[in-house]
């Protein structure tokens, strides 16, 4: 699905327009990327957590010289799924 798709779905299970639908989407989306920048997390409790991870400075190769290369430490998106996302994979 493309957020097209999403949002047309949402607005039809939430019997709202699809104006409405994206501007909660958006709205969510938003509030992930300011809670995020702020070292913050998003716990929706049964479906994900979204949180940073620090990496540690590490030394990786280039795979096509072998050549050792320095990888700085960065911090990365984590999502968990929850419970109901996990149960809804397995069928």
């Known amino acids: 699905m493309n957020k097209r798709d999403v949002v047309a779905d949402v607005a039809l299970r939430a019997g709202v327009s699809q ?3 994206a501007k909660c989407i958006d ?3 938003e509030l992930a990327c300011d809670q995020l920048a702020a070292g913050g997390e998003i716990n ?3 479906y994900m957590k979204i949180s940073t991870v620090q990496r540690a400075a590490r030394t990786g190769r ?3 010289t ?3 290369v320095a990888v700085p430490a960065s911090t990365g998106v984590k999502i968990q799924a929850g419970a109901r996302l ?3 994979a397995r069928g």
């Open 19 to 21: 104006t409405d639908a």
């Open 27 to 29: 709205g969510l989306m």
């Open 44 to 46: 929706l409790t049964g």
């Open 62 to 64: 280039n795979p096509q």
């Open 66 to 68: 072998g050549e050792a």
């Open 86 to 88: 996990k149960s809804a």
